[in-house]
């Protein structure tokens, strides 16, 4: 199961079955802010519906397509970070994130998403990491941006977000950047996530 200390308050761990109520509860206190930019929150309604994303989030790690973590602060599910895709022909990851409303502010997601990317890079030897953002979602453009990405384009039109086209904004980080950025934080290497 993964597990990934990232500071003394913050760590990463596989959701699991028994994480659905609390990361329902999460997501329906936090309905408000989320659904804004996240399609799938209108469609959460139940614990039986945060299983059933966590059964499939297993189900494409285990098939090493994706890897969905809980962000565990100060011990509390306070969101979800995850490389909703991973592409092993060109060694590509596209992260994907939300923190629960309580947690906002205080710099929890720009740490798990440094976090996820220096286990991308040195764990699983990813060569390039995507961010993409609805290009007026300011919270979340302004992680990659402050994580030095590089923003290499728009996508026009690229989401439906509540009945219109919501144009993204793309971010990109290639492993060499990222290892000239944090030299000194190669991970622990995860055996039961290799790339073969
Ligand atoms: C995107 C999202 C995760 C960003 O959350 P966030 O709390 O703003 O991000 P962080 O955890 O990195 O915190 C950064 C904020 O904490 C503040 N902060 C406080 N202490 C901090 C610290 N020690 N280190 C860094 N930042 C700190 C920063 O100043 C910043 O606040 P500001 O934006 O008002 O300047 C959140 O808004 C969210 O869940 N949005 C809805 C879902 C969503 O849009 N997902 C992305 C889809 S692409």
Redesign the pocket.
Known sequence: MFLFQIDDELALKHLELHDANRLFQLTDQSRH??RQ??PWVDGTNSTADSKAFIQSSLKAFSNRRALTTGILYKSELA?VVAFNHLDWANNAGQI????GTPY???????RAVSGLIDYGVYSLALNRIEI???VA?T??R??PERLRFVQEGQLRQAEQLHASYTDHALYGMLASEWKQLRPNHASNYHPAFHKT
């Not at 994907?96 to 923190?99: Q, V």
């Open positions: 802010h989320l930019w996240l969101g994907g994130y939300w923190l906002q502010g205080n710099g929890i997601m720009i993409r953002a609805a979602n919270k979340s302004a992680i």
